[in-house]
């Protein structure tokens, strides 16, 4: 199945998660950062998964990818088993210790874009390796608007290939340990300020429950987080952020500071009901109605 | 010199500080509660100081209270040393540990509001033992609005006087962590409702650089802090946004959520410079006009 009119194509990881918090554990769930940002994406716009899933991938999971429209043309199936996860979060459900990864099929990926895919205007480079987002970067044509998100580990161990992808992106997205570490300074808006000098338009740096600070050249905008009554699990809550961000500048198509600011807002709101239940499932159910209401209501929290 | 239009009553700590960051050191500076929110308020409205110093509090200290307009017929001198406190700064500039806690007069501190004071219509109830601010409560004869900071060590010695103070303030002023321990709960807004059902009409739980949230039974405004590009010294910051906030209501004259939010980000405006320099000293020298201007700066990065 390919569409032609994919507007948003993203690149990331697709993974089998086990996942315990001070309530609840739950085993061999659907995770993964494009499996997150593509479903917060979906009720913005046409979006299309570049991945790899090994032969263990249950067809329910592929129920669960096509309930949200998601376009699957660029989903790789590989022999092998699918990339795990295992992890337990803290009291406080923000640390989080990593049990288990098996990287698997994962671990050979190189992610081709369908051809479709290749004259798409949006862009998100999940958190994979930087020489593989160069890789994707390659195949697109004319893209309008590219993201890219990093990981601690890439800064560690690929950081060359990290500012080659930074130098080439219109916005990089990390959360405030990840661009102290980037960066070598401790403030941060002395941490954008430096990563601005790299190359891209915008810096978003993601504080998770305390929202994130986009800063460009012409000043910076403070982005709330909605408060959650409970979270039961925050796996993915940067990948639905970012993803619903695309989304919604993908669909209004305009790309300045107040659409960007704006299409923030509305990342943040699809994440917050991302972790209010277990992998995608409060997604799943979600309705357009309710993340407009939602996003009136954080709007109306910060005063706009 | 009693001022009879003293609109706000500040009590609180004052303290000879002795403050390390990864930085800097500074020995025996101006500090304590009432210090930082009487500064701040200063920027708006005439404000009485209530509290004690020992025989060794030096002149200067007194002539920096004068030169913020501070009347200070409510400032008590007693026989011995003055509060002394002395602590470290970890290298995020918000974990510190205390080295030195010298209570001196501060231990048979009973504040008494002068009688021009008693008919004022604003009182902070700065951070001093829960008993005491009931004390002062009990000789204000008409107030419009009264707020009470607290902190751990209440909680945790003194909860049933601290209760009793939360059932008789409009507001009640706290970080995260010590939220946490008063209710028992985790999750902030569980926190605020939690406190809201003590008798309070709003709750603000402070969040240091993560900004800060009013809740009330009408609803959430979330309130960001000015991303400092360099902090110096975050000592006072909570009080400076107590004081800046009552300040800046007191002026207006007008309590609702809506003038309440307002205010609470001139306080944050008035802190964010505070953080600037130690002691008192960036206040010292600042300008209604520069506040003005970050206020504007600030609101314009909420979207405001």
């Avoid at 479903?39 to 570049?50: C, L, P």
Wanted: hydrophobic share 45%.
């Amino acid at each position: 199945m390919t569409d032609d009119n994919v507007q948003l194509v993203v690149v990331g990881s697709i993974g089998i998660d086990t996942i315990e918090t001070p309530f609840d554990r739950r085993e061999e769930i659907l995770g993964g950062s494009v499996s997150y940002a593509c479903a917060a994406a979906s009720f913005y716009t046409t979006v299309g998964m570049v991945g790899v899933v090994g032969e263990d991938f249950p067809d329910e999971f592929l129920e669960v990818y096509r309930g949200f429209g998601i376009d699957l043309a660029g989903l790789q199936r590989a022999a092998g088993r699918t990339f795990r996860w295992s992890g337990v979060y803290e009291a406080d459900m923000v640390n989080r210790r990593t049990l288990l990864t098996e990287l698997n099929v994962f671990e050979a990926f190189s992610p081709e874009l369908p051809d479709a895919y290749r004259d798409a205007p949006f862009f998100l480079l999940g958190n994979i390796s930087p020489e593989l987002q160069l890789h994707v970067l390659e195949q697109a044509r004319a893209p309008r608007f590219v993201v890219a998100d990093t990981m601690d580990l890439w800064i560690n161990i690929a950081r060359d290939a990290l500012e080659g992808v930074i130098g080439k992106v219109d916005m990089l997205t990390l959360n405030d340990g990840e661009a102290r570490l980037l960066t070598d300074e401790y403030n941060l808006r002395q941490c954008a300020e430096s990563i601005l000098d790299m190359g891209p338009t915008y810096v978003v740096i993601k504080k998770g429950e305390h929202g994130a600070m986009l800063v460009s050249r012409n000043g910076i905008a403070l982005l709330p987080a909605y408060p959650v009554g409970e979270t039961l699990d925050p796996t993915g809550a940067g990948d639905a952020f970012a993803g619903g961000f695309m989304g919604a500048l993908a669909r209004d198509g305009e790309i300045d500071d107040a659409h960007v600011r704006q299409a923030l807002l509305h990342g943040a709101t699809v994440a917050s009901f991302g972790v209010q239940d277990f992998s995608l499932d409060r997604l799943r159910t979600l309705s357009p109605d309710l993340v407009s209401a939602r996003l009136r209501e954080l709007k109306a929290m910060i005063g706009q």
